[in-house]
C-alpha cells in the first residue's frame, strides 16, 4: 500500500523514471534484485515493481533502499539519475570564487 505522501507526489514525477533510478544504483553496487530484497527483508518481487514503476514504496521502505544503495532518498525522485555535477573540490572551488567575488 503506498503511502499518502508517496500518493500525493507520484502525480508530480514519473514513476518510471523513480524505477529507473533505483535500477541504476542497484547495478552501479553490482547487486541483483534478490540480493537487494535479501539486504533490505523484502521479496525480490517488491523490487521488481519498484524498479518498472508498477508500485511504489511506502518511505520507509524507501529509506531503506536508500540506506542499503548508498544514496540519499532525494537520487530517486530526480529525472535522471546521475552523479551530481559539482564534486566537492568544484564546490570549494565555486565557494572560494564567491567569497572572493562578494567579501572584497
Known amino acids: 500500500m503506498f503511502s499518502r505522501a508517496l500518493l500525493k507526489m507520484r502525480n508530480r514525477i514519473e514513476v518510471t523514471e523513480f524505477g529507473k533510478n533505483i535500477n541504476l ?3 552501479e ?4 534484485q534478490t540480493q537487494l530484497a535479501e539486504k533490505m527483508n523484502a521479496k525480490q518481487k517488491s523490487i521488481s515493481r519498484y524498479e518498472t514503476g508498477a508500485s511504489l514504496p511506502s518511505i520507509k521502505t524507501l ?6 544503495l548508498k544514496k540519499g532518498a ?3 525522485w ?3 539519475a ?3 555535477s ?9 565557494s572560494l570564487t564567491l567569497a572572493k567575488k562578494y567579501l572584497t
Open 25 to 27: 544504483a542497484r547495478i
Open 29 to 32: 553496487l553490482d547487486l541483483t
Open 63 to 68: 529509506v531503506k533502499i536508500a540506506k542499503v
Open 74 to 76: 532525494g537520487y530517486f
Open 78 to 80: 530526480r529525472t535522471k
Open 82 to 84: 546521475k552523479k551530481p
Open 86 to 94: 559539482n564534486t566537492k573540490r568544484e564546490m570549494r572551488s565555486l
